[in-house]
């Protein structure tokens, strides 16, 4: 049994890292905010976009070489995961399923780059042997417009070029502060599918000038540059809604332990007190 000695630096321990987990809880809250503001605002606008485009891929024959398919011979992957730790599973599932994708284009014998966005990410990749091409580290840390769309470019330009087959993205998904799921879904060739059921453009409401073709060849880029932005606004959000939880867990799993840990404390002292009036009693009947 441990001395009370022992038990009070137990207690103590446990009390300075409550004040670490109920500080970085409150942190990762109010950044979850931050983030829900962001996603929330960004969604819609993309969505609007996307039904115009769909509306526009309605009445248009082709949408260039941004939906042609191909035998996929060469893939690249762009893996978002954190730069830091202590967000529960949040990073191990992103990573999870990465390998797992990278292991099924592997055994079809397809050649891959991993572009990893996080340091976690990448680490995980650099041990797998798939480097990321270039340092994304800030995208996950201070995410901005002009960076994401940066990468899409490149991405796009791979892709018409030739450079690329398909592009995939693997992410984690923020459906709730409790729910994060992991995201895997096919970025580029654009799948057409999705645009299915949107209304078309009434051409007794609307003119399109300077023409329909012109400006799908306009729209279909920045639409398809957005959608890593977007993607990255919601992996930010599920990280930090999955620090927030594991935070909140560590909290009342630490205050669990204090109440024990006090509980033992004070048996321990009360037995000690008991002996020593026992020893007292004993040693005055004598």
């Known amino acids: 049994?441990?001395?009370?000695?022992?038990?009070?630096?137990?207690?103590?321990?446990?009390?300075?890292?409550l004040k670490i987990t109920s500080a970085m809880k409150m942190v990762a809250s109010a950044k979850l905010h931050k983030a829900q503001n962001a996603i929330g605002n960004m969604v819609p606008y993309e969505s609007r976009l996307r039904e115009i485009l769909g509306s526009l891929l309605g009445t248009v024959s082709a949408a260039g070489a941004y939906t042609d398919v191909r035998e996929v011979k060469k893939v690249a992957l762009v893996c978002f995961a954190s730069n830091s730790s202590l967000c529960g599973a949040f990073n191990s599932n992103a990573i999870r399923e990465a390998n797992k994708t990278v292991a099924q284009y592997r055994e079809a014998g397809t050649e891959i780059t991993v572009f990893s966005v996080g340091r976690r990410m990448a680490d995980a990749m650099r041990k797998a042997g798939y480097p990321s091409p270039a340092d994304y580290y800030e995208l996950s840390s201070r995410p901005s417009y002009a960076a994401a769309s940066q990468l899409g470019e490149d991405l796009l330009q791979g892709f018409l070029t030739g450079k690329f087959d398909r592009v995939e993205f693997v992410y984690n998904h923020f459906k709730s502060t409790a729910s994060q799921t992991v995201i895997r879904e096919t970025y580029l060739p654009l799948s057409l599918e999705s645009q299915e059921g949107v209304a078309q453009v009434d051409e007794e409401k609307f003119l399109v000038e300077p023409g329909k073709q012109e400006l799908l060849e306009e729209l279909l880029p920045k639409v398809i540059r957005l959608?890593?932005?977007?993607?990255?606004?919601?992996?930010?959000a599920a990280e930090h809604a999955a620090r927030t939880v594991a935070m909140?867990?560590?909290?009342?799993?630490?205050?669990?332990?204090?109440?024990?840990?006090?509980?033992?404390?004070?048996?321990?002292r009360q037995q000690k007190?008991?002996?020593?009036?026992?020893?007292?009693?004993?040693?005055?009947?004598?």
Do not use: C, P
């Not at 049994?1 to 890292?17: C, N, P, W």
């Not at 959608?227 to 930010?236: R, S």
């Open 227 to 236: 959608k890593i932005y977007t993607v990255l606004l919601d992996t930010i």
């Open 248 to 268: 909140q867990t560590a909290t009342d799993n630490g205050n669990q332990l204090l109440q024990d840990l006090t509980l033992e404390y004070n048996k321990g």
């Open 273 to 286: 007190i008991t002996n020593e009036i026992l020893d007292i009693v004993s040693g005055s009947s004598v």
């Open 1 to 17: 049994m441990a001395s009370l000695k022992e038990i009070k630096g137990r207690i103590d321990s446990v009390k300075s890292t």
